[in-house]
């Protein structure tokens, strides 16, 4: 399988990631990545840079990386409507964002609360991705949720890192598995993800492309083999 894209990298502006802009996209480029992306945490999670790290992504968008580069971030859910921590002002400035609940920024509600937190998250026109929308420390409706990425035209992540063996989000194996099959079953596209903060780990989707072997997971459903269908993801209410 071509895997060609991987938006979701932090920063050492995360505050817990260990690498450069540079540095990741190098690595990312390494792996045969053609399109990369930095979606660091945006500022209600601890130790994540201000609004105004997300308010000058022109200066990088100058250089040349060697691939396509693009700068986003990675929103935090705050509460069961799927509210964001940036504003339109903010947002309308990144190529993309993503859209996850963290446990730092929300705690986990009902299966039909954290449903509502995605699928509300989903509806805003600046939401590209859901992040780790498997993660077992959230119960969702995961038909529901499937439905709503078709009708809103939002991506769902399969995030390498949640699979890993010291991930904090477990179950998510078992989750994305049945994740793949409302997916299957509604012709919804997935992106992988590396979801990594530190360059040895960009680009990397090993644990994920292995749950899509796993499920015999169509090829034509998973966007990272295609860069046009990509972008019309990118912008999705232009
Ligand atoms: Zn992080
Ligand atoms: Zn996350």
Same mark, same amino acid.
Do not use: W
């Given at each position: 399988m071509k895997d060609l894209i991987d938006i979701h990298m932090h920063t050492i502006a995360s505050g817990h990631a260990y690498s450069t802009v540079r540095e990741m996209f190098t690595a990312a480029r390494a792996r045969g990545i053609r399109l990369a992306g930095i979606a660091d945490h945006a500022p209600y999670m601890?130790?994540?840079?201000?609004?105004?790290?997300?308010?000058?992504?022109?200066?990088? *968008?100058?250089?040349?990386?060697?691939?396509?580069?693009?700068?986003?971030?990675?929103?935090?859910?705050?509460?069961? /409507?799927?509210?964001?921590?940036?504003?339109?002002?903010?947002?309308?400035k990144l190529d993309y964002a993503i859209a996850s609940l963290h446990e730092l920024c929300i705690s986990p509600g009902t299966k039909e609360q954290n449903t509502a937190a995605l699928t509300g998250a989903m509806r805003n026109p600046r939401v590209t991705v859901i992040g780790h929308p498997d993660n077992?420390?959230?119960?969702? @409706?995961?038909?529901?949720?499937?439905?709503?990425?078709?009708?809103?035209?939002?991506?769902?992540?399969? @995030?390498? /890192? /949640?699979?890993?063996? @010291?991930?904090? *989000?477990?179950?998510?194996?078992?989750?994305?598995?049945l994740m793949l099959q409302y997916c299957r079953q509604y012709a919804v596209p997935v992106l992988m993800s590396s979801d990594a903060h530190v360059d040895s780990d960009a680009g990397n989707h090993s644990e994920a492309y292995t749950i899509l072997q796993e499920t015999d997971f169509p090829e034509s459903l998973v966007i990272n083999t295609n860069l046009e269908k990509f972008k019309t993801y990118l912008y999705k209410s232009e």
């Amino acid at each position: 399988m071509k895997d060609l894209i991987d938006i979701h990298m932090h920063t050492i502006a995360s505050g817990h990631a260990y690498s450069t802009v540079r540095e990741m996209f190098t690595a990312a480029r390494a792996r045969g990545i053609r399109l990369a992306g930095i979606a660091d945490h945006a500022p209600y999670m601890p130790g994540a840079p201000q609004k105004m790290y997300f308010c000058n992504f022109k200066v990088v *968008r100058q250089a040349d990386y060697g691939l396509e580069a693009i700068m986003g971030a990675e929103l935090n859910i705050l509460d069961y /409507s799927g509210s964001i921590d940036l504003s339109e002002k903010i947002l309308c400035k990144l190529d993309y964002a993503i859209a996850s609940l963290h446990e730092l920024c929300i705690s986990p509600g009902t299966k039909e609360q954290n449903t509502a937190a995605l699928t509300g998250a989903m509806r805003n026109p600046r939401v590209t991705v859901i992040g780790h929308p498997d993660n077992g420390r959230y119960p969702v @409706n995961f038909e529901t949720l499937v439905q709503t990425a078709k009708e809103t035209h939002t991506l769902l992540e399969i @995030n390498n /890192s /949640s699979y890993a063996n @010291n991930t904090g *989000r477990p179950g998510s194996r078992e989750n994305a598995r049945l994740m793949l099959q409302y997916c299957r079953q509604y012709a919804v596209p997935v992106l992988m993800s590396s979801d990594a903060h530190v360059d040895s780990d960009a680009g990397n989707h090993s644990e994920a492309y292995t749950i899509l072997q796993e499920t015999d997971f169509p090829e034509s459903l998973v966007i990272n083999t295609n860069l046009e269908k990509f972008k019309t993801y990118l912008y999705k209410s232009e």
